[in-house]
């Protein structure tokens, strides 16, 4: 089993920046790929960054390219997502997630999620 907990989420205004972070414990916690995932009201639950088990591999949502970057410490069993240049419309609830090894887009695939973080990001 894997536990994690998001922390790092507020209030900023457009164009800042924040840093979640997600602190996993439990036997499989390092070799679980992890992913940040979020969902603002009345939309589905959106993919936003993946890392793999070792952090060789990243994936990023186009909407967050060049933007965010998603890195973890193993040692630490911590995944972060640095968030520069913040938009109105990254404003949601965001999720650590964490499955066996590999990253996927897709929420169903990952067996253990986070409480969620609320980033309000005003104009």
Not at 19 to 30: D, E, K, N, P
Not at 36 to 57: L, M, Y
Not at 59 to 80: E, H, L, M, P, W
């Amino acid at each position: 089993q894997v536990q994690l907990v998001e922390s790092g989420g507020g209030l900023v205004q457009a164009g800042g920046s924040l840093r979640l972070s997600c602190a996993a414990s439990g036997r499989a916690a390092s070799s679980s790929a992890m992913g940040w995932f979020r969902q603002s009201p009345g939309k589905g639950r959106e993919f936003v960054a993946g890392i793999t088990w070792s952090g060789s591999n990243t994936d990023y949502v186009d909407s967050v390219k060049g933007r965010f970057t998603i890195s973890r410490d193993n040692a630490k069993n911590t995944v972060s997502l640095q968030m520069n240049s913040l938009k109105p419309e990254d404003t949601a609830v965001y999720s650590c997630a964490a499955r066996p090894y590999t990253v996927s887009l897709y929420p169903y695939e990952y067996t253990y999620w986070g409480q969620g973080t609320q980033v309000t990001v005003s104009s």
